[in-house]
Nanobody, 120 residues
Framework: VPLQASGGGLVQAGGSLRLSCAAS????????MDWYRQAPGKERELVAR???????SVADSVKGRFTISRDNAKNTVHLQMNSLKPEDTAVYYC???????????????WGQGTQVTVSS
C-alpha cells in the first residue's frame, strides 16, 4: 500500500507549510494515520496522530502550531504546520495502521519522507 507524501520544502521561521499523504491501493480500512519526523542525529518521533473516528493528538513541542486532519473518502491525511521554527527542521514521514483487502490483519505502512527545512 503506497503512502505518498508531499508538501515539504524550505520556509522561513514563522512561516507555514502543509503536508499531505495519500494512501492508495486495495485498502479495506484505515485505523490511524500519523506524521513522524526525524531530525539529523535524533530518533524518529511522533508528531501528530488522527484516528478513524477523528480523534487527534499532537506532540507537546508542536501543540498550538500544528494541526492534523483527515479526509476519509480520499484516504488522505494532512498536517498543517504554522509558526514554524528552525527546530522543526526534519524529514517528515507519513505512517498508517491499516488493513488491505488481501489481509485479515492490520499492518504498519510508511511513506517516503519529505524534507522540511525552516531557516532562521
Amino acid at each position: 500500500v503506497p503512502l505518498q507524501a508531499s508538501g515539504g520544502g524550505l520556509v522561513q521561521a514563522g512561516g507555514s507549510l502543509r503536508l499531505s499523504c495519500a494512501a492508495s491501493g486495495s485498502i479495506f480500512s484505515i485505523n490511524t494515520m500519523d506524521w513522524y519526523r526525524q531530525a539529523p542525529g535524533k530518533e524518529r518521533e511522533l508528531v501528530a496522530r488522527i484516528t478513524s473516528g477523528g480523534g487527534t493528538s499532537v506532540a507537546d513541542s508542536v501543540k498550538g502550531r500544528f494541526t492534523i486532519s483527515r479526509d476519509n473518502a480520499k484516504n488522505t491525511v494532512h498536517l498543517q504546520m504554522n509558526s514554524l521554527k528552525p527546530e522543526d527542521t526534519a524529514v517528515y514521514y507519513c505512517h498508517s495502521v491499516l488493513r488491505t483487502t488481501s489481509s485479515s490483519r492490520l499492518g504498519n505502512y510508511w511513506g517516503q519522507g519529505t524534507q522540511v527545512t525552516v531557516s532562521s
